[in-house]
């Protein structure tokens, strides 16, 4: 099975910063990648699928890049509504979900 | 408006069995694979299963094959999750999601979930 490794863990970051996340697969998945915010007590919400297209509605400050293995969240300018968890996933065959990155406030 | 309700949540016994279900509205839900996702206390993100729309194809994470079985009824837009010999790592909030190919197969919706306990 693929395994999706986010780094960091947890992220401390304040308002205004560009923060980067990263996911890596454990075999090439080419651009099924999708990347989610959940916010404590909510259901995840998408942002980013097939690795940089940014869903409906999400702002633009946020971005994915990558394919293959190795693939970013940035979010270019955090704002305070940005301050969850967020999730990478592989989009085929199963849905893998990494094991999360906190943005908390620093 | 895209809608999930999931329900059925509640406490059971190590051992024991719970059915859930999701009730899907605002969209042709026979055009869509739904899928099954928890989160344990704490804890991040696991997928446990799908079914596609027509065809009923489905799958299970390792972690829940043979003792789940995922469901549905498109005259009902619903999707069921029923769980057995449950133990106390299946204690989670469930969450039905519905997949969107044109969103390259991510989880567009999610429902607002229900909690299992199990004690």
């Known amino acids: 099975d693929v395994q999706m490794t986010q780094s960091p863990s947890t992220l401390s970051a304040s308002i205004g910063d560009r923060v980067t996340i990263t996911c890596r697969a454990s075999?090439?998945?080419?651009?099924?990648l999708a990347w989610y915010q959940q916010n404590p007590g909510k259901a995840p919400n998408l942002l980013i699928y097939k690795a940089s297209s940014l869903e409906s509605g999400v702002p633009s400050r946020f971005s994915g890049s990558g394919s293959g293995t190795e693939f970013t969240l940035t979010i270019s300018s955090l704002q305070p509504d940005d301050f969850a968890t967020y999730y990478c996933?592989?989009?085929?065959?199963?849905?893998?979900f990494g094991q999360g990155t906190k943005v908390e406030v620093k | 408006e895209v809608r999930l309700v999931e329900s059925g949540g509640g406490l059971a016994q190590p051992g024991g069995s719970l059915r859930l279900s999701c009730v899907a509205s605002g969209f042709t839900f026979s055009s869509y694979t739904m899928n099954w996702v928890r989160q344990a206390p704490g804890k991040g993100l696991e997928w446990l299963s799908y079914i596609t729309g027509t065809t009923g194809v489905i799958n299970y994470a390792d972690s829940v094959k043979g003792r789940f079985t995922i469901s549905r009824d498109n005259a009902k837009s619903s999707v069921y999750l029923q769980m057995s010999s449950l133990t106390a790592e299946d204690a989670a909030v469930y969450y039905c999601?519905?997949?969107?190919?044109?969103?390259?197969?991510?989880?567009?919706?999610w429902g607002q979930g229900t909690i299992v306990t199990v004690s």
């Open positions: 999601a519905r997949m969107n190919v044109i969103r390259g197969q991510a989880f567009d919706f």
């Open positions: 996933q592989k989009s085929n065959d199963d849905w893998t």
């Open positions: 075999q090439n998945i080419n651009n099924w």
